[in-house]
């Protein structure tokens, strides 16, 4: 119950706008993961408006970004649940360089009619430092609009590039 009263108070800070990043840890079947899925599920019971955009990584995984690989599914399926205008006004300027991160994304109608803004960009460290500024931008835009919650379930099998990407 004091866990998740904690959880709680972080969920009610991001309903006032302040950003709260929250780090679950404890021996491996204490119940980490339940607890997480227990405030998930009284948010999206309590407040139907809020996105909850869930991922995992996996151990034996081996691909870039792979923290964030599940959780980019999940943004998909809400940006394309959205009408496409809705979704539109949600993406970011450069929202094609993510889409080179994460291919998932050009499922999304608005992105895949999105046009290809400045100029593009082959070397591999500005595409990561647009990629993130742009994914920054687009969970900024969703945040302002209603509480966002991002949840990476055994994020200790994340990766380098998710690291980087993630701070």
Partial sequence: REQLRALHDSFRKIQGGTLATVLIRGRSGVGKSTLVRQLLDEIAEQEPGSVILSGRCYERESMPYKALDSLMDALTQYLRALPP??????????????????????????????????????????LRRRAVAALRELFTRVADRVPLVLFIDDLQWGDADSATLLS
């Fill in 85 to 126: 205008p809705e979704a539109e006004a949600l993406l970011p300027r450069d929202v094609l360089t993510l889409a080179r991160l994460f291919p998932v994304l050009r499922r999304v109608e608005a992105v895949s009619r999105a046009r290809r803004r400045g100029p593009e960009s082959p070397d591999s460290q500005e």
